[in-house]
């Protein structure tokens, strides 16, 4: 039976104010269960990193998240609102914003284009300027085609275009993936930077415990789709999360 580590301090620091509420989720595809009952609760301004190896669930998490795959049970909240039934456009009106795995820009829009295509949903008219204050770069190149830029530039992209939509809950699917160090320490200081500026709440996928680390208010990770250990950052022992990501 798995279990959650959880203490009487992490308990209370569950119980404040709530922007994604998950209880008893269940996600399959077609007969075979994937994600099995999961529970948790990310606050306002909080940032939770969800860590495990390749294939343990956490991109099946994601997408049931922003309902690319629906649930087979269980509840979803944003802000108190229910979105378990909502299609995935109607979950991003509703405050969620979602970075997938490997980016997904479009290659053939420029930067400014690209960002663009997110103001749709929040109804702005033009790119605020705390958008090209968090990502210098992407002004820089607001013209130059989304496909010529580095895999560190497209997540930067990727994540700008997010933001645009004013999200409550901002969802990052192993955003370090394919991304020189350097650039990985920025990712994780405009993260840092977006959660100064905005009531966000922010959840990341990850393999990378540096990264985590420098990001995340609270790591749970998970196995089999379901979760088996959780820790405030101040009292993870990295040595027992990079067992568990190495078994």
Do not use: W
Request: one cysteine or more.
């Amino acid at each position: 039976m798995t279990h959650i580590e959880c203490s009487v301090e992490q308990n209370k620091f569950l119980a404040g104010d709530d922007m994604l509420s998950v209880s008893n989720l269940k996600v399959a595809y077609g007969q075979s269960e994937v994600i099995h009952d999961l529970n948790f609760t990310v606050q306002k301004n909080e940032t939770l990193a969800i860590m495990g190896r390749n294939g343990m669930g956490k991109t099946t998490l994601f997408k049931s998240l922003i309902g690319i795959l629906p649930s087979t049970g269980g509840e979803i909240s944003v802000d108190g609102f229910n979105v378990t039934n909502k299609e995935p456009y109607q979950r991003v009106e509703n405050g969620i914003a979602y970075v997938p795995q490997g980016r997904l820009i479009f290659p053939n829009l420029t930067v400014q284009e690209n960002i663009e295509t997110g103001m749709e949903v929040s109804k702005l008219k033009t790119i605020p300027d705390d958008i090209y204050a968090l990502f210098p770069v992407l002004r820089e190149m607001r013209h130059r085609k989304g496909g010529n830029l580095s895999g560190g530039q497209q997540q930067q992209l990727a994540i700008a275009r997010a933001l645009v939509t004013n999200p409550k809950v901002l969802l990052l699917d192993e955003p370090t993936e394919g991304i020189q160090p350097s650039i990985i320490k920025d990712i994780a200081n405009v993260l840092n930077e977006i959660k100064k500026l905005r009531d966000i709440t922010i959840i990341v996928s990850e393999q990378v415990l540096s990264f985590t680390m420098a990001v995340a208010d609270r790591i749970i990770v998970i196995d089999k789709g379901q979760f088996i250990h959780e820790d405030l950052r101040a009292d993870v022992n990295t040595e027992q999360i990079k067992k568990y990501l190495s078994v």
